[in-house]
C-alpha cells in the first residue's frame, strides 16, 4: 500500500544557513526596515510548492535571476535580500526518504486523479526554449508538493516547515562533464519563523 512516511525524528535540519533572494531594491529595503514583508509565491509552477524563496549560499544565482527574471519582468533597480534560515522540519530532498515520500505522493495522486477522471499537469518549458531539458515550467512538481502538505494537514500530522531541493540546470562546463553551469540548491520557506533575520549582502573585503 502506498503510504507517507512519518519521518519526524530526523527531518529536522541542524543549523542555520544563508539564503540569497532576488528583487527590487526598493522591495529590499522596506524588509530589512520592517515595512514589509516577503509574500509566498504561488504560482502553479513554482519547483517547491508554495512559499518564499530563496537560493542557498548562492548570491550571484539571486542577482542573476532578478537581473534576467525568466518572466521578462522588467526590475528597475535589481538587488538581492540576504536571510538567515533554519529549515527545521524540513522536506529536503537531498534525503532518500523524502524523495520516497514525494514519488509516493504522486502515486497516490495519480490514483486520486484516475478516480476523478482528471488529468494530471506536466512540467514543460517554454516554447521556442534552447535546451528542452530544463523544463522550468513545473506544474506537476508544484501539484505534488503541494498534495502531500494537503495530506498531511488533512491527517493532522505536523506539517512541513520548509522544502530544499538540488536542481542538475543550464549547460555543461566542459565536454563530458558531470557538472552543469546552472546548478544549485533551491530553498522554498513555508513557516515564515524559520527566516531569523534578513541582512544586505556586502562585498568581500580584503586583508
Not at 44 to 60: A, M, R, S, T, V
Not at 147 to 159: A, D, N, S
Not at 181 to 194: A, E, G, L
Request: hydrophobic share 35%; net charge neutral.
Amino acid at each position: 500500500m502506498t503510504r507517507l512516511i512519518s519521518d519526524s525524528m530526523y527531518a529536522a535540519v541542524p543549523g542555520l544557513v544563508i539564503g540569497f533572494h532576488g528583487c527590487e531594491r526598493s522591495l529590499r529595503d522596506d524588509v530589512i526596515n520592517e515595512r514589509k514583508k516577503l509574500r509566498f509565491s504561488t504560482g502553479k509552477y513554482e519547483w517547491l510548492g508554495h512559499g518564499i524563496y530563496f537560493w542557498q549560499n548562492n548570491y550571484e544565482r539571486a542577482l542573476e535571476f532578478v537581473t534576467h527574471p525568466p518572466d521578462g519582468r522588467k526590475i528597475v533597480h535589481p538587488a538581492v535580500l540576504g536571510a538567515v534560515i533554519n529549515l527545521d522540519y524540513c522536506l529536503d530532498l537531498l534525503d532518500t526518504k523524502h524523495i520516497r515520500n514525494i514519488k509516493n505522493g504522486f502515486l497516490m495522486m495519480v490514483d486520486a486523479t484516475l478516480e476523478r477522471e482528471g488529468k494530471l499537469p506536466r512540467n514543460r518549458n517554454k516554447e521556442g526554449a534552447d535546451n528542452l531539458q530544463d523544463k522550468v515550467i513545473r506544474e506537476l512538481d508544484c501539484q505534488v508538493i503541494e498534495y502531500v502538505h494537503e495530506r498531511m494537514r488533512r491527517k493532522g500530522v505536523r506539517q512541513y516547515d520548509s522544502v530544499r531541493g538540488v536542481f542538475i540546470e543550464g549547460t555543461p562546463i566542459y565536454e563530458d562533464a558531470g557538472f552543469f553551469d546552472k546548478t544549485h540548491i533551491q530553498i522554498c520557506i513555508r513557516n515564515p519563523n524559520c527566516i531569523k533575520g534578513y541582512f544586505i549582502p556586502r562585498e568581500e573585503e580584503q586583508w
